[in-house]
């Protein structure tokens, strides 16, 4: 059983930083890319960023590059979203997901992830 669990978000103000983990449980977690997606209320789910296996790839949505920073450490099985210049709409709620497909890392829509965790809220206040 494959399970993903989202840690650290939480209330900051504009200009700040978090770091979000995404920790695994599989032992397979390094051969599969893992991706951060957001959701805000009344909006559909958003990709931020990707990282590949092995972690040599990463991708981010034009609205977060330069601000955020995707990371993984295997031996922890874990991947990190540090989240630096928090603006307001930012906030939203975090998810990590799996890209089902081994040792790849391409174009993959939001319902192609094959698992997925339940999220961490994030809030960045004016």
């Known amino acids: 059983q494959v399970q993903l669990v989202e840690s650290g978000g939480g209330l900051v103000q504009a200009g700040g930083s978090l770091r979000l983990s995404c920790a695994g449980s599989?032992?397979?977690?390094?051969?599969?890319?893992i991706a951060w997606f957001r959701q805000a209320p009344g909006k559909e789910r958003e990709f931020v960023a990707a990282i590949s296996w092995g972690g040599a790839r990463t991708l981010y949505r034009d609205s977060v590059k330069g601000r955020f920073t995707i990371s993984r450490d295997d031996a922890k099985r874990t991947v990190y979203l540090q989240m630096n210049s928090l603006k307001p709409e930012d906030t939203a709620v975090y998810y990590c997901?799996?890209?089902?497909?081994?040792?790849?890392?391409?174009?993959?829509?939001?319902?192609?992830?094959?698992?997925w965790g339940q999220g961490t809220q994030v809030t960045v206040s004016s």
């Open positions: 997901g799996r890209d089902p497909r081994a040792q790849t890392m391409g174009p993959l829509s939001t319902n192609g992830y094959d698992y």
């Open positions: 599989a032992h397979t977690f390094s051969m599969y890319a």
